[in-house]
């Protein structure tokens, strides 16, 4: 929780964590994160459901922008 009471900050935090994770290890990191997604992404615990929804679009962001990059050397 952070200082104001509010805990968007650390889930925000957490997301930018695994961003600049997934950005090092690009396609490796999945293997470590997939299992987590598929168990939390059922989750009745909305903090974990959150938290798989998160990983997904990290990675849905980084493969569009991945296209991009490549759609732009050709």
Not at 9 to 37: E, H, N
Not at 41 to 46: A, E, K, V
Request: glycine letters at 6%; a negative charge.
């Amino acid at each position: 929780t952070t200082e104001n009471g509010n805990n968007n900050g650390v889930s925000a935090d957490a997301a930018t964590c695994l961003d600049y994770v997934a950005q090092i290890l690009g396609d490796d990191i999945v293997p470590f994160v997939l299992p987590f997604v598929e168990k939390s992404i059922l989750s009745q615990n909305w903090r974990e459901k959150e938290a798989a929804i998160m990983c997904v679009g990290i990675f849905y962001f980084l493969l569009f922008y991945n296209f991009k990059e490549l759609s732009l050397e050709d």
